[in-house]
């Protein structure tokens, strides 16, 4: 009987740009994400170091188009896969190597929600029509707040990308 193996990688880090959503010739979807991870370590003598890796990260199928769909620049996710090498002989005749992460989970650490900039309060996506009467009663879009931010969070997760809108 052969020895078993494993092959998995977990990590946690930030976007560093846009994903990339294509189709191969057979129709599968490959979405590629650029991930950054951070170590942060204190030296003997005291001094503070970081360092960062970044990742090519790769998704297949109904994965990748999710991806394309929840993913933007700067957010903080959780991916979970296996590594995989690619050798090839580039056009000027040298060997080229590259490890990417294939993953088949991921999970969206943050909840800002795109077009939004960290410390920036979200608008209210409904805002009434009518002026607000006269009276001692607190304001409209005081109240209403936070249950427009609730349900715009319950809205994210069902909104649909049309794929004739991808420029690509």
């Keep these: 009987?052969?020895?078993?193996?494993?092959?998995?990688?977990?990590?946690?880090?930030?976007?560093?740009?846009?994903?990339?959503?294509?189709?191969?010739?057979?129709?599968?979807?490959?979405?590629?994400?650029?991930?950054?991870?951070n170590r942060y370590w204190t030296t003997d003598a005291g001094e503070k170091k970081e360092e960062t890796e970044f990742h090519r990260v790769v998704a297949w199928n109904k994965l990748a188009e999710l991806c394309s769909q929840l993913l933007t620049k700067g957010r903080k996710v959780?991916?979970?896969?296996?590594?995989?090498?690619?050798?090839?002989?580039?056009?000027?005749?040298?060997?080229?190597?590259?490890?990417?992460?294939?993953?088949?989970?991921?999970?969206?650490?943050?909840?800002?929600?795109?077009?939004?900039t960290p410390g920036e309060t979200e608008p209210p996506s409904e805002v009434s029509a009518e002026p607000a009467a006269e009276s001692a009663a607190p304001s409209v879009t005081s109240i209403a707040q936070p249950k427009t931010k609730k349900t715009t969070k319950t809205d994210e997760k069902t909104e649909d990308v049309n794929p004739d809108d991808i420029p690509f």
């Design 1 to 37: 009987m052969a020895s078993r193996s494993l092959n998995k990688v977990q990590l946690i880090g930030n976007l560093t740009r846009d994903p990339e959503l294509r189709y191969t010739p057979t129709g599968a979807a490959v979405c590629t994400i650029g991930l950054a991870t």
């Design 78 to 116: 959780y991916v979970e896969g296996r590594l995989r090498t690619n050798s090839w002989t580039a056009q000027d005749g040298t060997q080229k190597t590259t490890t990417e992460v294939v993953i088949d989970d991921m999970i969206l650490l943050d909840s800002r929600r795109p077009g939004v």
